[in-house]
């Protein structure tokens, strides 16, 4: 069965770190696009990074510098680093896979991922 789970939220005050974790079965994510997502209510779902198969990172211009992709082939997992959070980083947070495996595209826009995970919450108090 194809499947994402995600897992590592939490609560923190602003300025601290979390590190989520994006376990994938059913598939080799390693030949995926994997992409993180977040959706806070009342917004729309947003793209905030984005990790290729060739191991080629992306991501949103609001978590630049901040939020650091990395992947392990033996775990067969894709965690992002959440590092200076802020309160407007406060969201469920979700993982997709990229629909084709080798996909010369990864990008952070929802419709080009067809297996999400259940999500994840990320709360940052001031």
């Known amino acids: 069965q194809v499947r994402l789970v995600e897992s590592g939220g939490g609560s923190v005050q602003a300025g601290g770190s979390l590190t989520l974790s994006c376990g994938a079965s059913g598939f080799l994510s390693s030949v995926y696009c994997v992409g993180w997502f977040r959706q806070a209510p009342g917004n729309e779902r947003e793209g905030v990074a984005s990790f290729s198969y060739d191991g080629t990172a992306t991501y949103a211009d609001s978590v630049k510098g901040r939020f650091t992709l990395s992947r392990d082939t033996a775990k067969n997992t894709v965690t992002l680093q959440m590092n200076k959070l802020k309160p407007e980083d406060t969201a469920m947070y979700y993982c997709?896979?990229?629909?084709?495996?080798?996909?010369?595209?990864?990008?952070?826009?929802?419709?080009?991922?067809?297996?999400w995970g259940q999500g994840t919450q990320v709360t940052v108090s001031s």
């Open positions: 997709a896979r990229g629909r084709w495996p080798y996909g010369p595209v990864c990008t952070m826009l929802g419709m080009d991922f067809d297996v």
